[in-house]
């Protein structure tokens, strides 16, 4: 079977690893985990987005990009550049600012941790890795409280 791209694969382990891990999805409170744009009402004070660059657009948001080159031995293998979309998110009826970035950060602390422990995703990049980069805040205090986000990206090298 040919593989065009990996980034399908990575998104789908990534949001089903995230969600059952203990330090995020299944962790006490726990962080909402959603796959790309969500459809829900039910606010979470913790929330996680996987292949989703801005929450907030008024547009289909990016979710990942990709670029490829020839592998140069082989069957003509491919060696796909990935970068996955996430924001992490964290907002309190409180005005504190502090608390709440270092509770966005926690998270992408969380997510980093377990890309660590497992660089190649369990087998779905043979030969390959992953990484965080490009860390983004943006905070703000609103009528609700304290909300901070950051935006980045998880980062994947893949040989198809």
Not at 103 to 117: K, N, S
Request: glycine share 8%.
């Amino acid at each position: 079977m040919t593989t065009t791209s990996r980034v399908p694969a990575v998104i789908d382990y990534l949001v089903t690893t995230f969600t059952a891990a203990a330090t995020l999805g299944a962790a006490n409170p726990p962080v909402a985990v959603y796959d790309g744009p969500a459809n829900t009402e039910a606010p979470a004070q913790m929330i996680l987005w996987i292949g989703m660059d801005d929450p907030d657009s008024t547009e289909a948001p990016i979710g990942a990009e990709a670029e490829t080159e020839w592998g140069s031995l082989g069957a003509l293998a491919v060696n796909e550049q990935i970068s996955i979309h996430c924001v992490a998110e964290a907002w309190g009826g409180a005005d504190d600012v502090k608390a709440i970035r270092t509770t966005a950060y926690g998270i992408v602390a969380a997510v980093e941790t377990l890309l660590r422990a497992d660089v190649n995703l369990g087998g779905t990049l043979p030969s390959g890795w992953c990484r965080v980069t490009g860390p983004q805040l943006r905070q703000n205090n609103v009528a609700e409280g304290a909300v901070a986000r950051v935006s980045f990206h998880i980062d994947c090298q893949a040989r198809i």
